[in-house]
Structures are given as C-alpha cells and as structure tokens.
C-alpha cells in the first residue's frame, strides 16, 4: 500500500522545485541575457544524447537485451544515461523489467491503475519498498560496467549532466546558459520524455497486440519518446529492439541502433518474424470480440465464432502462401546470379514466373487482411439487445 510507504524526501523536493527552476532561472536568464544559439545547439546535442541513452541503452540494451553492443556504446550509454537523472543503470532496469513482469499489479513500480499521475512521477516520491530486490537483473550485477556507473552515479551526474554542459557554455561565453539549457531545462525534458512512456503509453491509444495489459500503442507519442510511443507493441515483443517495427513508424531508437549495427559496434539484433507478429494482432483481434459476446446466446457466438475461425484460415493461408512464395523467388534470384550462362535464360523465366506469383499472392493476402478487419470491426461493434419486458 502506497499510503503506508515512507515518502523520500530528496525525490519529493527534487521532482516538485526542478521544474519551477528551470522555468524561473530561463525566464531570468532571457530576460537578463538573451538566447544565444549555442543555447539552442547545446540543449539539443544534450537531449538527443541523453535521451537516447535511456531509450537505445537502458531501455532496449540492458533492460531487454534486444541487442549487443560495443563496450564504448555500452560507456556512453552509463554516462549518459546518469546525465538524464532516472537513476543508475542497474535501479532502474531492475524497476523496469518488474514493470514487465507484474505489469498492471501491486508489485508494478509505476503501476496506471493508481493513476495517471502516480504512473507519470508520483511513484517516484516514495522510498523503495524494502523486500523489492535485484533478484531480476543478475546479469547487470556481473556487469563490471554497469556496477561502477551504480558505485560512482552522482558523481557521474554532476559531471556529464551539468559540469560538462557549464565548460561548453564558457567556451562561447555563456556558462550559465549551458548550466540552464545544457543541464537543468534538459534534464527536466528528458524526465518527462520518460515518464510519458509509463503514463500517456498505458493511457491513450489502441491494443493491436495485446488486450491483456494497459500498454498501448500511440503514434503522436512516438515523437515525444524517441520511438516508444508503439508500447502495445513492445510489450507483447519486449525483445524486439524495434518499438516501431514497421518502416514508417517514428522511431529514432530503432535507426540508431540500426546504424551501430551497419558500422559494426552492434549486433544479434532481435526482431520477431512477421507471423508472430500476424498471430498476435489476430489473438488480440479474437480476444476482443471474445469479449463483446461473453453475454451473447451460445448460438449466435458460435455462428460468430465459425465466421472468424474461417476468416482466420484464409488470412493464415494467404500469409503462409505468400512467404514461401517470397522465400522461393529469393532462392531463384540467387541461383540467376551464380547460374552458368546457358542456365540463365530458363532461370530468369522461372524467375519471372514467381515475381508475377508474389504479387499475385500479396493481393490476395491483403484481401484477406481486408476482410479480416472488416469482419473484426463488426463484430467490435456487437451490442447485446436486451429484450423490452
């Protein structure tokens, strides 16, 4: 119970004044000395590199283990992420991964269903529950890393997150303008950035993925959360290192660990296959129907469920059709590129042939997905008509 938990004085001054500060030093500061671009530059620089080492570092590397990385990116990442000041690696991947594991419940940290703002901060004015242990990250307390960030945090912090920014701002003239917008203003945007994710993420939006927790995804808050506005998503494939696995989804964390990976200081990046990804949005899609005709009579939910179980046949048939089509087309490029030339023309016929077969089986699948989503927004739609007595 939160009302029977000791209130942490340091975090409860610290979360309420931080923000009052940056805003009443700002306005001193523009008032007094003006905006200088390299203000604008260093907050910027400050944002992005802090920002990203709590998504791409303490979110999905050490937290989810969606990737491996180079010992330097792995530096970056401690030094940065205590510049954001969420806490130390190993604290705060501890809470996260129990937010995953009892999401929704007593023992989730920043648990929603106490409230939009309790989910947002308000968890962090309390005292750590005592018998809430580091049993669910052994691998970061054999990181040697990860414990000298844990050992050395505060001093890491004031360094990277406000010393480093001040000297910067001396150099173009404005110490106090790097302290303010290269420390604290920053550092107060970067907390909130985080704690969208735990309140607005289990708030608004839709569950594609997943109707058996909170999460949900939502794309306006992708732009906010560098990537992590598709939550559903993530907590349905934590070990995705994409949030947005879609290629026009936002997600800034995913092209950065993508780009590591492209000059070699990342690899082993998970990504789940297509058809789990198909056969959980057709699950949640099934759930949620399930749901509107609980009450239903047992004759008409089963004509219900006859028409989704058919539906789902032929989507899962479309799909698996066109994969194996695409694996067969790719077998065949391959063989045109390493074929003698005598061999070549009746490959490239062959190849033809099946490029008209993939587009072939792509329609019909999309045809399916259409029908399929027809079918599933009817039947979300269902209301039980009470007979008038």
């Known amino acids: ?27 001193y500061y523009l008032i007094t000395q003006g905006l200088h671009w390299g203000d604008v530059a260093l907050f910027g620089a400050m944002y992005i590199l802090t920002g990203m080492a709590i998504t791409a570092g303490y979110h999905r590397y050490y937290s989810h283990r969606a990737y491996d990385c180079h010992w330097a990116v792995q530096l970056f990442y401690l030094l940065f992420g205590a510049a954001a000041i969420e806490n130390s690696a190993l604290k705060w991947c501890r809470d996260h991964r129990l937010h995953h594991q009892k999401v929704d419940t007593d023992e989730d940290p920043y ?35 990860v414990q000298w960030q844990n050992n050395h945090f505060f001093k890491i912090l004031i360094v990277v997150g406000f010393v480093m920014p001040t000297l910067i701002g001396a150099a173009y003239g404005r110490p106090l303008g790097g ?25 608004f939006g839709t569950r594609p993925y997943s109707v058996n927790n909170t999460a949900r995804d939502t794309w306006w808050l992708a732009f906010f959360t560098y990537g992590e506005g598709y939550h559903n998503f993530h907590h349905r494939f934590g070990a995705d290192y994409r949030n947005g696995y879609k290629w026009y989804q936002f997600d800034p964390t995913k092209w950065w660990i993508k780009t590591l990976n492209v000059v070699g200081l990342s690899w082993r990046l998970t990504r789940f296959r297509a058809e789990h990804i198909l056969k959980a949005r057709i699950e949640a899609d099934i759930r949620r129907v399930q749901l509107k005709i609980a009450d239903a009579p047992d004759a008409l939910s089963a004509r219900i469920q006859k028409r989704m179980a058919d539906a789902q046949l032929q989507l899962e048939t479309a799909y698996n059709r066109l994969a194996e089509a695409k694996i067969r087309y790719r077998k065949l490029k391959r063989s045109v590129v390493a074929s003698s030339e005598i061999a070549t023309t009746r490959l490239a016929n062959s190849l033809e042939q099946w490029k008209l077969r993939n587009r072939q089986y792509k329609f019909q699948f999309r045809a399916a997905q259409a029908r399929w989503a027809l079918l599933i927004a009817a039947f979300s739609r269902f209301q039980l008509q009470t007979p008038i007595t």
């Open 1 to 27: 119970m939160e009302s029977r938990r000791k209130l942490s004085l340091l975090n409860s001054v610290f979360m309420t004044t931080t923000p009052f500060l940056a805003v009443g030093l700002s306005i």
């Open 111 to 145: 648990n929603i269903k106490k409230g939009f703002f309790y989910a947002h901060m308000g968890w962090i004015f309390y005292e750590t529950p005592k018998d809430r242990t580091f049993a669910c990250v052994p691998d970061l307390q054999r990181d040697p890393l």
């Open 179 to 203: 302290f303010l917008f290269g420390g604290l203003v920053r550092a107060v945007f970067v907390q909130h950035t985080t704690f969208l994710i735990n309140s607005a993420a289990h708030y």
